[in-house]
T-cell receptor, first 110, second 113 residues
């Protein structure tokens, strides 16, 4: 199946700092989602972004499908941004399942 | 509109007991997915339904697991008999189309002792 690799695996930021998370995938995709899993375990939708760039407040995401990667930007980080960020893609041939990366664990300190 | 609803939120049971997890998808969503999250395997798809019909159950770990969707607003995932290795967080998700944004419920944390 399609491989999803996220980097970095762990990240510690001081409040107010900016960061970029990366997601590489091994095959063509027809959509891509970014999730934030908060410390309570809830999976929160951040972006549905098969291609192009989207912004939502301090967060933005860019997917370059032809080069098989997506980036998640977090600006002016806050302690509430802590948690695990997952990238998930369905394979083009069978677009039903979401293959999740292993995630980037982010800790934002005061 | 309410999001995906799952119950119970936490379940602790003894090995050998039957466990039933419940899910109510977002109204109007034709696709329902069951995922499991463990430390070892991360998030993985178990089964998905389209218009209440199971389409692919290849991710169901073994015959002890079964899932049903009797109507468009309700699905169950049953484990019988449960084993300690079934301990995990089970998520239900739904979407309008198969290639579409999926929305996840809060999950059920299952502990089998």
């Amino acid at each position: 199946g399609i491989q999803v690799e996220q980097s970095p695996p762990d990240l510690i930021l001081q409040e107010g700092a900016n960061s970029t998370l990366r997601c590489n995938f091994s095959d063509s995709v027809n959509n891509l989602q970014w999730f934030h899993q908060n410390p309570w375990g809830q999976l929160i939708n951040l972006f549905y972004i098969p291609s192009g760039t989207k912004q939502n407040g301090r967060l933005s995401a860019t997917t370059v499908a032809t080069e098989r990667y997506s980036l998640l930007y977090i600006s002016s980080s806050q302690t509430t941004d802590s948690g695990v960020y997952f990238c998930a893609v369905p394979p083009l041939a069978s677009g039903y399942a979401l293959n999740f990366g292993k995630g980037t664990s982010l800790l934002v300190t005061p | 509109d309410a999001g995906v609803i799952q119950s119970p939120r936490h379940e602790v049971t003894e090995m050998g007991q039957e466990v039933t997890l419940r899910c109510k998808p977002i109204s109007g969503h034709d696709y329902l997915f069951w995922y499991r999250q463990t430390m070892m395997r991360g998030l993985e798809l178990l089964i998905y339904f389209n218009n209440n019909v199971p389409i692919d159950d290849s991710g169901m770990p073994e015959d002890r697991f079964s899932a049903k969707m009797p109507n468009a607003s309700f699905s169950t995932l049953k484990i019988q008999p449960s084993e300690p290795r079934d301990s995990a967080v089970y998520f239900c998700a739904s979407s309008q189309e198969v290639v579409d944004e999926q929305y996840f419920g809060p999950g059920t944390r299952l502990t089998v002792t």
